[in-house]
């Protein structure tokens, strides 16, 4: 009895001790979230070290590299830049101690990694552009420039874009449709297009600079 | 009998974390004097702890939770941060200065209190000197680091500034502790045995901080350095990571020797100071991943 009273001591201290979890360290990793996808990638992130030098959420920090404005990270495509690199490592410098090369990991856990490397790029992103500076003073050229090269493999005309409500910069980082839980019903699988689209989405959102977004709103704007 | 592997002992570590964890242990000086290794703990391990003044006590908790009689102390647990949005590096830079050389040492005892208090002593002193201190900054460094009792200034400054420190460090009677990193490729960085050649021979009051993660990544043999110099040695920083550059790991998991290490300095009763520390990843709280690890240690001298 007494064995049995200690156990569930022990087991109750080690709950409250780790916030309701053991083993999991919901105030530094926080609350799991509803796509275990992403909760994966995040936990991959932690348990490999990465958060500890490039920060849970890219803070900047010291000398490691800072993820969400690094153009490496902006340019990779489904870890094809940022696998080999964790792989390799980064060898030392005169002045900035390397990465350690990560060469044992599976794919899987690179590729999970690169998710959350990506989607909390994003989220940031979002934060700092909507966050950003007035964006009442962009260039409509340079925008109409931008929107040629960027958008129109999809979009066709601008017309149907087109906004006077105020809800373009919105509407630009963020479609509606990038909130969608995505589905892996059998059928809806092969939507490439849809796929595809927010992928595009995605990664503009990971390289927008503040003067693309104000000059995307300039040339969209009903004026 | 079956040898165990290391990979087993860490097994059989993990078996003995919640008692562990909920052990309260005796509130002595020497708590983590294991079978003649003494032990501290690099606070850095609490890697879900900032490193702010604000967060010391909770850091006091946590090492006596953790059974440690001992630390090093980085600066950052008793400096207040002026960095802030609106305010430069430059600006941040200067007040931070500014604050170090007019803080009395009153300030610094009284945070050793706090220590004494809990039974942990600072054995020594974290602080990231480089060549933006003046003079000034680093005799008031060295000073805060007497008044917080430590036995001595522990940094990973590279050989040109560890050559500034030697009038400091005689000075005030306090070693100076040369840490390394693994970077081969920078003639100044404290890295291989060549280099911790070059800085101990800069001054009798230098010792060396030797990083057995870092050293093990170097490809350097930590035995052989340990053998070679543990008269020159004050403390290691024990912790596991992978051989050519690779990445920190779980003690066991990784190629520093660590249990060797350990039955070196036990069975040599070299006082040398075992300081934890590690930054392999973890889903565990900090108290808990730092007790699995002390665990491990304390196998390894069973």
């Avoid at chain 1, 490592?89 to 005169?94: C, D, E, M, S, Y």
């Avoid at chain 1, 994003?122 to 007035?134: A, N, S, T």
């Amino acid at each position: 009895m007494k064995a049995v009273c200690t156990a569930i001591l022990i087991t109750g201290s080690l709950w409250a001790q780790s916030a309701g979890t053991p083993g999991y360290d919901i105030n530094y990793i926080g609350p799991r979230m509803a796509d275990p996808i992403l909760q994966h990638s995040k936990e991959m992130y932690v348990l490999y070290g990465c958060s500890y030098c490039h920060g849970l959420y890219l803070e900047s920090r010291g000398e490691a590299t800072d993820l969400m404005h690094s153009r490496l990270v902006g340019r990779d495509e489904n870890a094809n830049l940022i696998g080999p690199l964790l792989r390799a490592g980064i060898p030392q410098t005169a002045k900035l101690s390397p990465m350690p090369q990560f060469s044992d990991l599976s794919d899987q856990q690179i590729s999970a990694i690169a998710t959350w490397i990506h989607y909390a790029r994003q989220q940031g992103r979002y934060k700092e552009l909507i966050e950003g500076r007035d964006v009442s003073s962009g260039n409509a050229a340079e925008g109409k420039a931008y929107f040629e090269k960027n958008c129109t493999s999809c979009h066709t005309s601008p017309a149907d874009l087109k906004r006077e409500d105020g809800t373009l910069r919105t509407r630009i980082l963020r479609p509606k449709f990038l909130d969608a839980a995505e589905s892996w019903q059998v059928d809806r699988l092969r939507d490439t297009k849809t796929a595809a689209a927010r992928h595009r989405h995605l990664a503009l959102l990971e390289n927008y600079s503040a003067d693309d977004v104000a000059n995307l709103i300039a040339y969209l704007s009903v004026k | 009998m079956t040898a165990l592997t290391r990979r087993d002992f860490g097994k059989y570590a993990l078996g003995g974390l919640t008692a562990s964890v909920l052990a309260q242990p005796a509130a002595t000086v020497n708590r983590s004097m294991i079978n003649g290794v003494q032990f501290g703990l690099q606070p850095f391990c609490y890697h879900d702890l900032p490193m702010t003044r604000e967060n010391r006590p909770t850091l006091v908790k946590r090492l006596v939770q953790n059974g440690f009689g001992m630390v090093e102390l980085h600066a950052t647990w008793c400096e207040p941060r002026f960095d802030a949005p609106g305010v430069s590096a430059e600006v941040a830079r200067e007040k931070l200065r500014n604050w170090r050389v007019t803080t009395p040492a009153a300030y610094y005892r009284s945070i050793k209190k706090e220590f004494d208090d809990a039974g942990v002593t600072i054995f020594t002193y974290w602080v990231g000197i480089n060549e933006s201190y003046t003079d000034a900054e680093i005799d008031a460094t060295y000073q805060a680091a007497k008044a917080l009792g430590a036995k001595g200034a522990v940094g990973s400054q590279g050989l040109a500034v560890s050559q500034r420190l030697v009038p400091f460090t005689a000075k005030h009677g306090i070693f100076t502790g040369l840490h390394n990193h693994d970077n081969l490729s920078d003639p100044d960085a404290l890295s291989n045995e060549a280099s911790f050649d070059k800085g101990l021979a800069y001054s009798p009051n230098f010792k060396a901080t030797l990083d057995v993660r870092h050293f093990t990544a170097g490809n350097g043999d930590c035995i052989g350095f340990l053998e070679r110099h543990h008269q020159r040695v004050s403390s290691v920083h024990l912790g596991d990571r992978r051989k050519n550059n690779g990445r920190s790991a779980p003690f066991g998991e990784g190629d520093a020797p660590i249990i060797e290490i350990l039955r070196l300095i036990r069975d040599n009763r070299w006082p040398i100071i075992a300081l934890l520390e590690f930054e392999h990843g973890t889903l565990r709280t900090g108290v808990e991943e730092v007790q699995l690890m002390f665990d491990y240690c304390k196998r390894a001298l069973a």
